[in-house]
């Protein structure tokens, strides 16, 4: 139907999220990460979107139908989907990023984040920047998956400046990851108990709900995956990036390269994770964080400090 | 002749109206509907519908049942839940063979449903808060603790996620190309529920409760009892349903998993669209699976948002509560 | 052709057809100012339609109405009330959560700036009722009220509209004769004043009684009309009815045989202490009518509940020797107790649903209904299609929807239903409130066989005559006491009527 | 655990519940169920920030909030009352209508999906001297006792409620029982909007989708505990605010948010057995 498509020789690439993809910085990447792959290989590129379990199955089996050279997953959420359509169908190659399988499959290549690297980074920058000794964090559900937003937030807090307390909390409720108005209202709470530094795990919209509060209670936050910074200039310190579209890139270039199986997890060293403020365009980031050279100094201490090993995160997840 | 009219009159409408919302966005309402036609009953489709429709008829029944006596079970996700996580706890810890599991399973799924939904009857009989009001209420609390139980003692050790481990093979319903093969028992709980509503005395105490409350009362029915027993019977039916998804493919628990596709709130639509008839609500609840798989692969193949047939869904709802007899609350007397 | 003195109201060719029936078929009636005209008629002659045209809740098809020899056309009954007419509907338009005072402002309230002004509402309204000697505290909660001054309150509501023309549609259906009295007695002031009334009744007495002209109506249409000093009962009916009716039949007394069914000191607790049924013992036998007598509101509802088990209540009865106080409705009733309810549409029936599943109601468990657990289709049709027969019901059939059926129908289905069960014990209650003579006629012999039969009756009536004309022994209920008992050959209408008021404490 | 913040906080949350619950009484009292309280909340988020958006006045965004939500409040008006239809049917079906509308529009006229939001998008502000609250906020606390003052002390309330007990009634005393519910749910959806809007561009400035994640079913119950007298449905909404807010802080203190998540629902449900029980014991049979 579209006539590029019907040109195009290379591959054909598709991609399905968990959710819709809208604001979601995290899908967005991974969007921009397949138009850029498809173009790189001069092949075509289709998105379906999913909104619930059941029609992450049917998108899934339904791009499966399709045959096309890779199946390009995001989210935790598929993990069951594909490791069955993945046996049912050896020949369909998959990338699965930000999870993968219990049980490894040949055909099935994974990229998985270590986020904890970046929150522990963030946390250090938070440590610094806390006049009250006190952090925060509000996570959209209490399960170690998102703990990786708020325990090494907290560990790297406590590294930076000795004594400095986490506070976490997490929205649930009815809807947790589409609930701005509680998000915002957990954040409030913390800033009443004295916290000063909110990580902002809260979901796409939900973090926009922190960064009121934070505008609102005059304390800061920090975002994730993108860079939120633009969003409340004033009010994000920082954000914990994720490079889907990197890892989407090589991931697909591997495996159309004949490299399948794999699982590649990509932390600080990788540059999968890294931090807005320690990224070369930081000084136009509208980060807070670009305006304390001196924090960020002794943050990239830390971030190189992870990358020779000399600290190690532990992963909440892990646990 | 006029029943058909009065179906086809609303269906046409809402056809019209969702193909003048296509032609605002620019889309050929003949292709849209091709496709999400060919997504529901094609041969790709179709596997997808009855998908989707196994967990949709199920809770549609289960609120249906009720509902015949006028009473509204608005709790059905929490019942759903709850049966879904006693099911699967069954399906983990109890000892024994495969089949054996499978059973014990489906009943602790039924029996948790029906036990919590009773527990909203009580709440209306004893302590006089409305049914509605009880159940749905009742609903949060179930889906909590839920979410407590995955997160904690009943935790996939496997993974970071508030879900449950799988379950171990034997203890699994097998699927036949996509659908699992509770349909069968969901297919078989209808067949009873129809043949109860239209042939035995405890069906008929119902429906003269839902025709009229002091009436039923006068004549003998013990109103308490009845909805003790009703909302038992809804939401064991609920918990049933609950038990074959997480027997049924992924074989876990997923925190929210049974709450974010609606199953509850499409089922309530259709057990309400038909009057609670049970032939009628299981029509509507296909026809509800068929209109939302289909969806998903209209957009698929033609880019028009998904959401378009849950507006066409409920637009056709308003205009046959518009048009036609079915929902009139009560038949003017002389 | 016009008269020099026009008639305070003057309808003239009022046709109003509803769907299949034709209420009203060129209607002409004339009343002039200070009189009291009665309408009558049987149960769905048009009474009310035509009424309900005067009063502009419908509109005629056709006709004309005139008031004071002015042309008017009501589209709503607030055009209605702003011209002087006021009606005090079939069985009410009160409600309950609202006091007396608000009931009676309710629509045209006064106001001071913008908002309710209470201070004058109750000012004008305390004033009504003195000057009227109505005896209503205008701070009362409605629902509080018995039905006698529930009825004041209603024409109250027309006083402070200043209503010309006063519609009364059946008021006197609910009251006891001395509450009666005291209304006709408001009535006369009213028309002395020179307002006009239209009162529809179905007693021939009051309407002797109190009445300065007659119309009644037949089908829709006017079959007699007249002076009613130059009309006689037995003319009357026979307008109505088109027939000769027996109207003052007193039945033959019965042969009482054993208890069936004891009542020993039921008493149902009240709001503020005071028992709304209050150590109430009583007996029926077999081959017996028992008539209650008393002014509604004085625990003749408690009664019926305690003894059917809708209400929870203490004391003991006992039903053909076996103790029923504590098992449920349903108990009772497999127990031996049928019931013919006061509230036929709601309570006695299912209006939306057909005729044969109201009638299958209460046999939905037995034999033959049943066999082997499942309802029967053929043994429910027939069962329906007997009762149909052997009482006369009347209507499209046993699929048609039982609120479709005229309300002596719907009596006359329920009565059919609960007679059926040949159960030693039967509770009767208002068995015929609002039915017409004809209807009463036939209502009457059934109960008399029933016991003749050997049935065990309990009729609760606020109907004296009835009372009186069916009762082998009669218990009067005041505040929820039983505080007389007369034998059939004791019990006229003036000692009975008395005990009724609390007279006889 | 109890500071001025939790108050705060209990503020914030409960303000869009409050309005939804009132226009819920008021439905009540003219004897309309109403249950499409929710999608009513969500269409007039959409509204709000919708109209923030393309005028770029919050303002008008209020207006517009509450114009769209009457607007949609019709569908349960002309289904309900001039075609008879059953209230239940026709609020699960625009509950569901709501979700499926505004996630079709955030798409077709943002062209965005899940949530939109920018940060020129013009929010409400604060108002008055508690931090973190807009005047609707405090217009919400004036509604209770203007409702209360029109439901109790003008002929319009007296009315209404005549209309609720005894409709056929009230009509025969010349009042317009169709044009009274109409306006109640007319009035109902208006409340709603100016609810979405507090929650769409008081709370937050933004719209995600369903982000009124269950505030509209809890008015429902608020209305119920309420007694459907403005007052009552006050202290109801209050409750589960303070209940929510209290929530968060057990989250403090370590209770996992599976188990906090509960407690609004939980101290609702026993303040519904408490009240029900004091009026049983008081009021005989
Ligand atoms: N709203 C209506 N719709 C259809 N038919 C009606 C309506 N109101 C009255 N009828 C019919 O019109 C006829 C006249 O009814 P109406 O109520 O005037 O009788 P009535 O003389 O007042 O009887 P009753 O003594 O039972 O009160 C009846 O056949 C009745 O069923
Ligand atoms: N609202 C209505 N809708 C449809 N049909 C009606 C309605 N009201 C009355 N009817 C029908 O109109 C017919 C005449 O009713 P009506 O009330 O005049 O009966 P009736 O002959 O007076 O009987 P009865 O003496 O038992 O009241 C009945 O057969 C009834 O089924
Ligand atoms: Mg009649
Ligand atoms: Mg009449």
Redesign the interface.
Same mark, same amino acid.
């Given at each position: 139907k579209d006539p590029a498509a019907q040109n195009a020789a290379g591959p054909a690439l598709v991609l399905i999220t968990p959710?819709?993809?809208?604001?979601?910085d995290f899908l967005k990447l991974a969007v921009q990460g397949i138009e850029d792959s498809a173009k790189k290989h001069n092949g075509t590129q289709?998105v379906?979107?999913s909104?619930?379990?059941?029609?992450i199955?049917?998108?899934l089996?339904?791009a499966v139908?399709e045959k096309p050279a890779v199946i390009v997953a995001v989210g935790?959420?598929f993990?069951?989907?594909i490791a069955?359509e993945a046996e049912r169908n050896p020949e369909q190659k998959f990338l699965f990023v930000d999870s993968c399988t219990?049980k490894p499959f040949p055909n099935v290549t994974c990229a998985v984040f270590r986020e904890h690297e970046g929150t522990y980074l963030a946390g250090a920058e938070a440590g610094l920047l806390s006049k009250t000794g006190k952090v925060g964090a509000v996570v959209v559900?209490?399960?170690?998956?998102f703990?990786?937003y708020s325990i090494p937030f907290g560990k790297g807090a406590e590294k930076a400046k000795p004594g400095t307390t986490l506070?976490p909390?997490?929205?649930?409720?009815?809807?947790?990851f589409?609930?701005?108005?509680?998000a915002?209202?957990?954040a409030?709470?913390l800033?009443?108990?004295g916290v000063d530094h909110v990580m902002g795990a809260a979901s796409?919209?939900g973090n926009?709900?922190v960064f009121?509060a934070a505008k609102?209670?005059g304390f800061f936050a920090f975002g994730v995956d993108a860079n939120q910074c633009?969003?409340?200039?004033g009010q994000v310190v920082d954000n914990v990036i994720k490079r889907t579209n990197v890892v989407i890139g090589d991931g697909v270039e591997a495996i159309l390269g004949g490299k399948t199986g794999e699982t590649k997890s990509y932390g600080v060293k990788e540059k999968g994770i890294s931090l807005t403020g320690l990224e070369p365009d930081a000084a136009t980031s509208q980060c807070v964080v670009a305006s304390h050279p001196d924090v960020l100094a002794k943050v990239g201490e830390l971030r190189d400090q992870i990358i020779s090993g000399a600290i190690v995160v532990d992963d909440?997840?892990?646990s | 002749m006029t029943r058909v009219r009065l179906i086809a009159v609303p269906v046409v409408a809402a056809l019209v109206l969702g193909a003048i919302l296509l032609l605002a966005t620019g889309t050929d309402p003949l292709a849209a509907y091709g496709a999400i036609l060919s997504g529901a009953f094609g041969p790709?489709g179709i596997?997808?519908t009855l998908?989707?429709a196994v967990p949709v008829a199920g809770m549609a029944t289960a609120l249906a049942i009720p509902l015949r006596a006028g009473m509204v079970n608005l709790g059905g996700e929490g019942q759903l839940v709850l049966g879904a996580i006693s099911a699967l706890a069954v399906g983990l810890y109890v000892p024994g063979p495969g089949l054996v599991k499978v059973v014990l399973a489906l009943l602790a799924g039924t029996l948790a449903g029906a036990a919590y939904a009773a527990l909203a009857a009580v709440c209306e009989n004893r302590l006089g808060v409305p049914l509605l009001i009880s159940t749905l209420l009742l609903s949060?609390p179930a889906m909590?603790l839920a979410?407590y139980l995955v997160?904690f003692p009943v935790k996939d050790a496997?993974?970071?996620?508030?879900q449950s481990p799988?379950l171990p093979e034997g203890a699994r319903l097998p699927e036949l190309d996509?659908v699992t093969t509770g349909i069968f028992l969901v297919v078989a709980v209808i067949a009873v529920y129809a043949v109860i509503d239209a042939r035995t005395p405890a069906g008929f105490e119902t429906k003269v409760t839902g025709w009229a409350p002091r009436f039923a009362i006068y004549a003998g029915i013990d109103r308490p009892k009845l909805t003790v027993r009703l909302l038992a019977v809804s939401g064991g039916t609920a918990g049933l349903v609950g038990a074959i998804a997480v027997l049924g493919?992924?074989?876990?628990f997923?925190?929210?998993?049974l709450i974010?596709?609606q199953y509850t709130w499409i089922g309530l639509l259709a057990a309400l669209l038909a009057g609670a008839s049970p032939l009628g609500t299981l029509l509507a609840a296909v026809f509800f699976a068929a209109l939302t798989?289909g969806g998903?692969?209209m957009?698929?193949a033609t880019q028009v948002p998904?959401e378009l047939t849950a507006v066409l869904q409920a637009v056709l709802i308003i205009f046959l509560a518009a048009t036609s007899g079915v929902f009139k609350r009560k038949a003017r007397r002389a | 052709m016009t008269p020099p003195n026009p008639d305070a109201v003057s309808l003239r060719g009022i046709v109003k057809r509803f769907p299949g029936v034709l209420a009203n078929d060129h209607v002409d009636l004339d009343v002039g100012a200070g009189e009291i005209h009665a309408l009558m008629g049987e149960n769905g002659a048009g009474k009310s339609t035509l009424m309900s045209v005067l009063y502009g809740l419908h509109r005629p098809d056709e006709g004309t109405i005139s008031l004071h020899g002015k042309e008017v056309s009501f589209g709503s009954p607030a055009q209605a009330i702003d011209a002087g007419v006021g009606m005090v509907q079939q069985g009410f338009a009160l409600f309950g959560g609202l006091t007396v005072t608000e009931n009676v402002v309710f629509g045209s309230e006064p106001t001071r700036r913008g908002l309710l002004d209470r201070k004058a509402a109750t000012a004008r309204v305390t004033e009504l009722i003195e000057r009227h000697e109505l005896r209503l505290r205008p701070g009362d909660r409605v629902r509080d009220l018995p039905v006698g001054l529930r009825q004041r309150v209603e024409i109250l509501k027309l006083l402070y509209r200043e209503a010309a023309v006063l519609i009364l549609d059946e008021p006197t259906a609910v009251l006891t004769p001395p509450e009666t009295e005291r209304l006709f007695g408001v009535l006369r002031t009213l028309a002395g004043e020179g307002r006009t009334i239209l009162l529809v009744s179905h007693k021939l007495q009051e309407v002797l009684a109190v009445s300065d002209h007659v119309t009644v109506l037949r089908d829709g249409r006017v079959s007699a009309r007249g002076r009613t000093a130059d009309q006689t009962a037995a003319g009357l009916a026979a307008a109505m009815t088109g027939r000769e009716v027996d109207l003052d039949r007193v039945h033959p007394a019965g042969s009482p045989g054993a208890a069936v069914l004891e009542a020993r000191s039921l008493t149902v607790p009240g709001v503020e202490g005071k028992p709304l049924l209050d150590n109430v013992s009583l007996t029926v036998r077999a081959g017996e009518i028992v008539g209650v007598a008393g002014v509604a509101g004085n625990g003749q509802a408690e009664l019926s509940g305690a003894i059917t088990g809708l209400l929870k209540t203490g004391g003991e009865i006992v039903l053909k020797g076996q103790s029923i106080d504590g098992p449920s409705v349903r108990a009772r009733r497999d127990a031996g107790l049928a019931h013919v309810p006061e509230d036929r549409a709601e309570v006695g029936s299912a209006p939306t649903a057909s005729l044969r599943e109201n009638l299958a109601v209460g046999f939905h468990r037995k034999r033959p209904l049943v066999r082997k657990g499942f309802l029967r289709r053929k043994a429910v049709d027939d069962h329906a299609s007997a009762i149909i027969e052997a009482y006369d019901v009347r209507g499209a059939g046993p699929t048609a929807a039982m609120g479709t059926l005229s309300g002596g129908n719907q009596q006359k289905a329920i009565f059919g239903r609960e007679l059926t069960h040949s159960a030693p014990f039967l509770l009767v209650e208002q068995p015929t409130r609002g039915v017409d003579v004809g209807a009463i006629e036939n209502i009457h012999a059934r109960l008399v066989a029933h016991r003749d039969a050997g049935h065990a009756v309990l009729l609760i009536s606020a109907e004296l005559s009835e009372i009186l004309a069916l009762s082998d022994r009669v218990l009067v209920l005041f505040e929820g006491r039983i505080v007389a008992e007369f034998t059939k050959d004791e019990a006229d209408p003036h000692t009975v009527g008395l005990a009724m008021a609390g007279g006889a404490g | 655990m109890i500071?001025?913040?939790?108050f705060?906080?209990a503020l914030?949350?409960l303000t869009?519940i409050l309005f939804a619950a009132l226009a819920g009484a008021l439905c009540q009292r003219a004897g309309v169920f109403n249950i499409s309280l929710e999608g009513s909340l969500l269409v007039g988020c959409f509204g709000a920030v919708a109209g923030s958006w393309y005028t770029g006045s919050a303002w008008i965004g209020v207006v517009v909030a509450v114009i769209a939500a009457t607007a949609y409040s019709l569908i349960l008006a002309i289904g309900s009352i001039t075609f008879d239809g059953d209230p239940i049917v026709l609020g699960v079906a625009s509950n569901l209508l709501a979700v499926g509308l505004t996630?079709f529009l955030?798409r077709t006229v943002f062209g965005? !999906?899940?949530?939109?939001?920018d940060?020129t998008l013009r929010?409400l502000g *604060?108002f008055g001297p508690i931090?973190?609250q807009s005047l609707l906020v405090y217009l919400s606390w004036l509604a209770v006792p203007a409702l209360a003052v029109l439901l109790y002390r003008h002929p319009w309330g007296l009315r209404l409620r005549g209309v609720g007990e005894r409709p056929e009634a009230a009509s025969s005393l010349g009042v317009d029982v169709t044009k009274y519910r109409y306006g109640v749910i007319l009035a109902g959806g208006a409340l709603c909007g100016l609810g979405g809007a507090q929650?769409a561009l008081g709370?937050?400035?933004?719209f995600?989708?369903?982000?009124t994640?269950?505030r509209g079913w809890i008015a429902v119950v608020a209305v119920m505990l309420g007694r459907a007298h403005p007052l009552g449905v006050l202290l109801a909404a209050l409750l589960f605010g303070l209940a !929510?807010?209290f929530g968060?802080?057990l989250?403090?203190i370590g209770l996992? *948010?599976?188990a906090?998540?509960a407690a609004p629902y939980v101290v609702t449900l026993v303040a519904l057995f408490l009240s029900n029980f004091k009026r049983k014991k008081g009021q005989p049979a």
């Amino acid at each position: 139907k579209d006539p590029a498509a019907q040109n195009a020789a290379g591959p054909a690439l598709v991609l399905i999220t968990p959710s819709p993809v809208g604001v979601n910085d995290f899908l967005k990447l991974a969007v921009q990460g397949i138009e850029d792959s498809a173009k790189k290989h001069n092949g075509t590129q289709k998105v379906f979107q999913s909104t619930d379990p059941a029609s992450i199955q049917q998108n899934l089996a339904a791009a499966v139908r399709e045959k096309p050279a890779v199946i390009v997953a995001v989210g935790f959420n598929f993990a069951d989907a594909i490791a069955a359509e993945a046996e049912r169908n050896p020949e369909q190659k998959f990338l699965f990023v930000d999870s993968c399988t219990t049980k490894p499959f040949p055909n099935v290549t994974c990229a998985v984040f270590r986020e904890h690297e970046g929150t522990y980074l963030a946390g250090a920058e938070a440590g610094l920047l806390s006049k009250t000794g006190k952090v925060g964090a509000v996570v959209v559900l209490d399960a170690p998956q998102f703990h990786r937003y708020s325990i090494p937030f907290g560990k790297g807090a406590e590294k930076a400046k000795p004594g400095t307390t986490l506070a976490p909390l997490f929205i649930g409720g009815a809807n947790p990851f589409n609930d701005p108005a509680r998000a915002k209202a957990l954040a409030t709470t913390l800033a009443g108990q004295g916290v000063d530094h909110v990580m902002g795990a809260a979901s796409a919209a939900g973090n926009l709900g922190v960064f009121e509060a934070a505008k609102q209670g005059g304390f800061f936050a920090f975002g994730v995956d993108a860079n939120q910074c633009p969003a409340s200039p004033g009010q994000v310190v920082d954000n914990v990036i994720k490079r889907t579209n990197v890892v989407i890139g090589d991931g697909v270039e591997a495996i159309l390269g004949g490299k399948t199986g794999e699982t590649k997890s990509y932390g600080v060293k990788e540059k999968g994770i890294s931090l807005t403020g320690l990224e070369p365009d930081a000084a136009t980031s509208q980060c807070v964080v670009a305006s304390h050279p001196d924090v960020l100094a002794k943050v990239g201490e830390l971030r190189d400090q992870i990358i020779s090993g000399a600290i190690v995160v532990d992963d909440p997840a892990e646990s | 002749m006029t029943r058909v009219r009065l179906i086809a009159v609303p269906v046409v409408a809402a056809l019209v109206l969702g193909a003048i919302l296509l032609l605002a966005t620019g889309t050929d309402p003949l292709a849209a509907y091709g496709a999400i036609l060919s997504g529901a009953f094609g041969p790709d489709g179709i596997g997808d519908t009855l998908a989707y429709a196994v967990p949709v008829a199920g809770m549609a029944t289960a609120l249906a049942i009720p509902l015949r006596a006028g009473m509204v079970n608005l709790g059905g996700e929490g019942q759903l839940v709850l049966g879904a996580i006693s099911a699967l706890a069954v399906g983990l810890y109890v000892p024994g063979p495969g089949l054996v599991k499978v059973v014990l399973a489906l009943l602790a799924g039924t029996l948790a449903g029906a036990a919590y939904a009773a527990l909203a009857a009580v709440c209306e009989n004893r302590l006089g808060v409305p049914l509605l009001i009880s159940t749905l209420l009742l609903s949060y609390p179930a889906m909590s603790l839920a979410g407590y139980l995955v997160r904690f003692p009943v935790k996939d050790a496997g993974s970071s996620l508030p879900q449950s481990p799988q379950l171990p093979e034997g203890a699994r319903l097998p699927e036949l190309d996509g659908v699992t093969t509770g349909i069968f028992l969901v297919v078989a709980v209808i067949a009873v529920y129809a043949v109860i509503d239209a042939r035995t005395p405890a069906g008929f105490e119902t429906k003269v409760t839902g025709w009229a409350p002091r009436f039923a009362i006068y004549a003998g029915i013990d109103r308490p009892k009845l909805t003790v027993r009703l909302l038992a019977v809804s939401g064991g039916t609920a918990g049933l349903v609950g038990a074959i998804a997480v027997l049924g493919f992924p074989y876990r628990f997923i925190d929210g998993a049974l709450i974010t596709p609606q199953y509850t709130w499409i089922g309530l639509l259709a057990a309400l669209l038909a009057g609670a008839s049970p032939l009628g609500t299981l029509l509507a609840a296909v026809f509800f699976a068929a209109l939302t798989s289909g969806g998903f692969a209209m957009e698929r193949a033609t880019q028009v948002p998904r959401e378009l047939t849950a507006v066409l869904q409920a637009v056709l709802i308003i205009f046959l509560a518009a048009t036609s007899g079915v929902f009139k609350r009560k038949a003017r007397r002389a | 052709m016009t008269p020099p003195n026009p008639d305070a109201v003057s309808l003239r060719g009022i046709v109003k057809r509803f769907p299949g029936v034709l209420a009203n078929d060129h209607v002409d009636l004339d009343v002039g100012a200070g009189e009291i005209h009665a309408l009558m008629g049987e149960n769905g002659a048009g009474k009310s339609t035509l009424m309900s045209v005067l009063y502009g809740l419908h509109r005629p098809d056709e006709g004309t109405i005139s008031l004071h020899g002015k042309e008017v056309s009501f589209g709503s009954p607030a055009q209605a009330i702003d011209a002087g007419v006021g009606m005090v509907q079939q069985g009410f338009a009160l409600f309950g959560g609202l006091t007396v005072t608000e009931n009676v402002v309710f629509g045209s309230e006064p106001t001071r700036r913008g908002l309710l002004d209470r201070k004058a509402a109750t000012a004008r309204v305390t004033e009504l009722i003195e000057r009227h000697e109505l005896r209503l505290r205008p701070g009362d909660r409605v629902r509080d009220l018995p039905v006698g001054l529930r009825q004041r309150v209603e024409i109250l509501k027309l006083l402070y509209r200043e209503a010309a023309v006063l519609i009364l549609d059946e008021p006197t259906a609910v009251l006891t004769p001395p509450e009666t009295e005291r209304l006709f007695g408001v009535l006369r002031t009213l028309a002395g004043e020179g307002r006009t009334i239209l009162l529809v009744s179905h007693k021939l007495q009051e309407v002797l009684a109190v009445s300065d002209h007659v119309t009644v109506l037949r089908d829709g249409r006017v079959s007699a009309r007249g002076r009613t000093a130059d009309q006689t009962a037995a003319g009357l009916a026979a307008a109505m009815t088109g027939r000769e009716v027996d109207l003052d039949r007193v039945h033959p007394a019965g042969s009482p045989g054993a208890a069936v069914l004891e009542a020993r000191s039921l008493t149902v607790p009240g709001v503020e202490g005071k028992p709304l049924l209050d150590n109430v013992s009583l007996t029926v036998r077999a081959g017996e009518i028992v008539g209650v007598a008393g002014v509604a509101g004085n625990g003749q509802a408690e009664l019926s509940g305690a003894i059917t088990g809708l209400l929870k209540t203490g004391g003991e009865i006992v039903l053909k020797g076996q103790s029923i106080d504590g098992p449920s409705v349903r108990a009772r009733r497999d127990a031996g107790l049928a019931h013919v309810p006061e509230d036929r549409a709601e309570v006695g029936s299912a209006p939306t649903a057909s005729l044969r599943e109201n009638l299958a109601v209460g046999f939905h468990r037995k034999r033959p209904l049943v066999r082997k657990g499942f309802l029967r289709r053929k043994a429910v049709d027939d069962h329906a299609s007997a009762i149909i027969e052997a009482y006369d019901v009347r209507g499209a059939g046993p699929t048609a929807a039982m609120g479709t059926l005229s309300g002596g129908n719907q009596q006359k289905a329920i009565f059919g239903r609960e007679l059926t069960h040949s159960a030693p014990f039967l509770l009767v209650e208002q068995p015929t409130r609002g039915v017409d003579v004809g209807a009463i006629e036939n209502i009457h012999a059934r109960l008399v066989a029933h016991r003749d039969a050997g049935h065990a009756v309990l009729l609760i009536s606020a109907e004296l005559s009835e009372i009186l004309a069916l009762s082998d022994r009669v218990l009067v209920l005041f505040e929820g006491r039983i505080v007389a008992e007369f034998t059939k050959d004791e019990a006229d209408p003036h000692t009975v009527g008395l005990a009724m008021a609390g007279g006889a404490g | 655990m109890i500071d001025a913040s939790l108050f705060s906080s209990a503020l914030t949350a409960l303000t869009p519940i409050l309005f939804a619950a009132l226009a819920g009484a008021l439905c009540q009292r003219a004897g309309v169920f109403n249950i499409s309280l929710e999608g009513s909340l969500l269409v007039g988020c959409f509204g709000a920030v919708a109209g923030s958006w393309y005028t770029g006045s919050a303002w008008i965004g209020v207006v517009v909030a509450v114009i769209a939500a009457t607007a949609y409040s019709l569908i349960l008006a002309i289904g309900s009352i001039t075609f008879d239809g059953d209230p239940i049917v026709l609020g699960v079906a625009s509950n569901l209508l709501a979700v499926g509308l505004t996630s079709f529009l955030i798409r077709t006229v943002f062209g965005t !999906e899940g949530s939109f939001s920018d940060p020129t998008l013009r929010g409400l502000g *604060q108002f008055g001297p508690i931090p973190g609250q807009s005047l609707l906020v405090y217009l919400s606390w004036l509604a209770v006792p203007a409702l209360a003052v029109l439901l109790y002390r003008h002929p319009w309330g007296l009315r209404l409620r005549g209309v609720g007990e005894r409709p056929e009634a009230a009509s025969s005393l010349g009042v317009d029982v169709t044009k009274y519910r109409y306006g109640v749910i007319l009035a109902g959806g208006a409340l709603c909007g100016l609810g979405g809007a507090q929650l769409a561009l008081g709370s937050v400035t933004l719209f995600a989708e369903n982000m009124t994640a269950g505030r509209g079913w809890i008015a429902v119950v608020a209305v119920m505990l309420g007694r459907a007298h403005p007052l009552g449905v006050l202290l109801a909404a209050l409750l589960f605010g303070l209940a !929510e807010a209290f929530g968060f802080r057990l989250q403090g203190i370590g209770l996992p *948010q599976q188990a906090t998540d509960a407690a609004p629902y939980v101290v609702t449900l026993v303040a519904l057995f408490l009240s029900n029980f004091k009026r049983k014991k008081g009021q005989p049979a």
